[in-house]
Each structure stands twice: as C-alpha cells, then as structure tokens.
C-alpha cells in the first residue's frame, strides 16, 4: 500500500478533566458545523465578522473530540481554543501519538471525506514514514476544494463555498461569527467565491495562494464575473442554483 499519511495535518485532543463536562457542548458553541450529531463533519473557526480562521475536521474518540487541522497552525488553533475555555476543565493539547490519513481508495475504518466524496477517505491512526501530501493536495486542487489558511484565511466563511462543501450548520445554534453568516444565507449574498484557477489566469490582486508545481492558484473572484461552465459541478450547481 502507498504512503498515507498527511505530514502537513496534525491533531488536537478535546478531553473532559471533569466527568461531569461535556466537550461536544463546548465545540458546539463555537465552531460552524453541528457537533453533536455523527462525526466527522468539515467545519471552521470564524472571527466576530464571519470571515475563516481554522478550518479542519471533528472526529469522535471514545468522549473525546480530535480536531484534523493544518500542522502549521495547529498551536495558534489550540491556544484560541482555550481562550475560550475559560475555567472550564477541558484539556486542549496536540496528540503527538495519532496522524491523519487518507486514501483515494476506501479503507477499514476510514470515513469518506465530509465535504465531498470525490476527495477520497479519512481516518486517524499512528505515524509512517512516507507521506501522501503531494498527492492529496494535486487530488484536492483538481476538484477545486480550497483549504487552509493560507487559501481560506480572512474570507467570509460562505465566499469559501462552505455550503457546498457541508462546513456550515444553519439549523444548530449560536456560534462565533454565526449573525453574519446566517444574515448572508438568509439575503442570498455571497458576492465573492473561492476558486482554483490555471495559474496563467490568475489575478495578482485577487490571488489567494498559488501552486507553480501544479499551474494552479487560488483566487477570491466576484460570481458575477464567473463562468458556470468552467467551474467544478459541485461549485457551479451552488452558484447558479
């Protein structure tokens, strides 16, 4: 089998010091998606604005919650996490002992990818030595999936496609940056998309990230001037629909 191993991705362990603490509650209030029903889901930490801070993944481990998030903002997630937290007894900490993992091709244990099943499968599971970050990022790319800080980081989190893309709840309760999240789905006022574009085509000015290796870039264009033909099916059916 080919290495699996996402080396940019890393894990923070959500754990009750108390029994009487419930992790998922304190999840719920925050982040995007809802918590507290079957995991793995795709979600985000916004600012007070609605615009994306961390994106990553909730998974359920025993009554723990993992978080599967970028490796180079892993600490800064946790550390605003437990600003949150405040005198609550919940340990926010990196699990150096488990890895996230992924494969275009199903495997025992493996979850399909919560945004779209294209994008293969998950799971978390201990370290290797190779690593399948090439891969998945010319796989993810190709099917025009923005992610990260560096594509996503300062957006308002629905001009990242997060409704296609499953990372947003409109149906759970309150959390950071959710008035003006549910205010732009409510008026049908996502003026602004992310999209991966041939690199050539890019606009410096509206150039999120690039990827020379790959041709590509991913630029913040306004949907009036987008073509639904030249989109991806999952984004154009979510601009035009």
Same mark, same amino acid.
């Given at each position: ?17 108390? /029994? ?13 998606? $809802?918590?507290? %029903?079957?995991? /793995? ?6 600012? %007070? ?5 961390? $994106? ?12 599967? &998030? ?5 600490? $800064? ?47 978390? %599971? ?47 309760? &309150? ?41 590509? %870039? ?24």
């Amino acid at each position: 089998m080919s290495a699996t191993q996402l080396k940019s991705r890393s894990i923070i362990r959500l754990h009750a010091e108390d /029994p009487g603490e419930d992790v998922r509650g304190f999840l719920q209030g925050l982040v995007t998606n $809802d918590v507290g %029903a079957g995991l /793995p889901v795709y979600a985000a930490l916004l600012s %007070a604005q609605g615009k994306a801070m961390f $994106d990553f993944f909730v998974w359920a481990d025993g009554e723990d919650i993992l978080l599967d &998030c970028e490796a180079d903002t892993v600490d $800064d997630l946790a550390k605003r996490l437990s600003l949150y937290r405040l005198r609550r007894k919940i340990s926010i900490a990196r699990d150096e002992t488990q890895s996230v993992h992924w494969s275009l091709d199903q495997v025992a244990g493996a979850a399909a990818d919560p945004r779209l099943t294209a994008l293969g499968y998950r799971w978390i %599971a201990a370290s290797e030595s190779g690593a399948a970050d090439e891969a998945y990022l010319a796989h993810r790319l190709s099917l025009g999936v923005p992610e990260g800080q560096s594509e996503l980081g300062d957006i308002l989190w629905l001009e990242t496609n997060a409704v296609e893309l499953s990372g947003v709840s409109f149906e759970k309760g &309150c959390y950071i940056g959710q008035e003006n999240t549910a205010r732009m789905n409510w008026r049908q006022k996502v003026n602004r998309r992310l999209v991966v574009v041939p690199l050539e085509q890019s606009q410096d000015k509206r150039r999120k990230a690039e990827y020379p290796e790959l041709g590509l %870039a991913v630029d913040h264009l306004r949907v009036a001037d987008l073509d639904p033909a030249t989109l991806p099916e999952w984004q154009a059916a979510g601009i035009t629909g």
